[in-house]
Nanobody, 129 residues
Framework: VQLQASGGGLVQPGGSLRLSCATS????????IGWFRQAPGKEREGVSC????????VYADSVKGRFTISGDTAKKTVYLQMNSLKPEDTAVYYC???????????????????????WGQGTLVTVSS
């Protein structure tokens, strides 16, 4: 399984960006795909994820109502639409995948504690005026 994140860049506060996570050699029948981010000097944090189980999605509280995750099965790509961006959204964003589709669920507690098996390289998002 290979993942490639793209779409980062410099955007002004209040602006929008769409990140893409292109997958290849993706042979997982069941999966969770997540977006994570790491700001300078901070721990990595979960942002959003999507599960093959009914297309369930989960969002971190900090991005709810602003970010939307979606998938295009034909293109084998997962997107993260980011609107109303804030300076605190500045970070390197990573996409990750795992065959444990239940990773993307808040039914079992914190959904961000799991260590995904497959990771793409990061894409830098900078929100600044």
């Amino acid at each position: 399984v290979q993942l490639q994140a793209s779409g980062g860049g410099l955007v002004q506060p209040g602006g929008s960006l769409r990140l893409s996570c292109a997958t290849s050699n993706f042979t997982l029948d069941y999966y969770a795909i997540g977006w994570f981010r790491q700001a300078p000097g901070k721990e990595r944090e979960g942002v959003s994820c999507i599960s093959s189980s009914d297309g369930r999605t989960v969002y971190a509280d900090s991005v709810k109502g602003r970010f939307t995750i979606s998938g295009d099965t034909a293109k084998k790509t997962v997107y993260l639409q980011m609107n109303s961006l804030k300076p605190e959204d500045t970070a390197v964003y990573y996409c990750a995948a795992d065959s444990s589709y239940y990773y993307c669920s808040d039914d079992y507690g914190d959904p961000w504690i799991y260590e995904y098996d497959y990771w793409g390289q990061g894409t830098l998002v900078t929100v600044s005026s």
